[in-house]
């Protein structure tokens, strides 16, 4: 089994095995997610406390909360995809 990890920013990485989606915290079901995750206790706020601007799903259904672009997070997961 091949551990491939992303690097979400500030130095936290994410198992891109685990990642079900990259998506924009702007719509109104993504904001309802964070806040079910939050009172879940399965939100990880990995923004060091600047604006969120991705969120990760993964398939433990927990939500990590990123300060770079989904963008981005996903060029470095599909960079990290390459490299096979």
């Not at 685990?18 to 964070?34: D, F, G, N, Q, Y």
């Amino acid at each position: 089994m091949n551990i491939q990890l992303i690097n979400i920013g500030f130095g936290n990485i994410v198992s891109a095995n685990r990642v079900v989606a990259i998506v924009s915290p702007e719509s109104a079901p993504i904001k309802r997610l964070i806040n079910d995750g939050k009172e879940k206790g399965q939100l990880i706020d990995a923004t060091y406390g600047r604006r969120t601007r991705s969120v990760i799903i993964t398939d433990s259904n927990h939500i990590i909360l990123s300060a770079i672009q989904p963008e981005t997070v996903a060029q470095r997961f599909l960079f990290n995809q390459k490299d096979d």
